[in-house]
């Protein structure tokens, strides 16, 4: 869930292209992680590889194979719960599911993630019965880049009610 860049006209769409091609933008998320991450903030930089079906986790030094991708994703904690970690995180590549195969590289798969989940969090169910849904706990929380005059240019959404509703269910 979240905000999504979509451009009204051709000269727009090429200027913010530009401008995430270069790393410009700024793509906030807001994640729930299952278990405790102990560092305040941090950084992952796994490589990743689009495989069928899914993204494929790299060890480090696979960049010189076929189709692996240099991949960065930062978080900070903003919250910690009983048994989850709700962390901020900021992409600094676009890969396909980045964040979700960096959390799930990192041992902290991200709550409701039935592709990228390590099995001791498959049981947990108190996500998918709360939110009734198959769904994710990431939300693109807020957009920045540069507009075609000159002026930064943010948005921000707030975490859906189901998300929220959530986070107020469960113990710290």
Do not use: W
């Not at 994640?31 to 495989?51: C, D, H």
């Not at 041992?107 to 108190?126: E, F, I, P, W």
């Amino acid at each position: 869930s979240g905000l999504m860049g979509v451009a009204k006209t051709e000269e727009m769409f090429v200027f913010l292209k530009d401008q995430f091609k270069t790393r410009k933008v700024l793509k906030e998320y807001t994640a729930l992680a299952y278990g405790r991450i102990e560092r305040e903030e941090g950084e992952i930089t796994v490589p990743l590889k689009k495989g069928p079906g899914r993204t494929i986790v790299k060890p480090r030094g696979a960049q010189r194979e076929k189709g692996v991708l240099e991949a960065i994703t930062r978080f900070e904690v903003l919250d910690h719960f009983q048994h989850y970690t709700l962390v901020k995180v900021f992409l600094h590549t676009g890969r396909t599911h980045q964040i979700r195969a960096h959390f799930y590289a990192y041992n902290h798969s991200l709550v409701g993630d039935k592709k990228y989940c390590h099995r001791q969090y498959r049981t947990r169910t108190a996500f998918t019965r709360f939110v009734k849904s198959d769904r994710v706990f990431l939300h693109a929380s807020r957009l920045v880049f540069m507009d075609r005059n000159g002026e930064m240019r943010e948005y921000t959404s707030p975490l859906p009610e189901e998300l929220q509703g959530f986070l107020e269910t469960i113990s710290r």
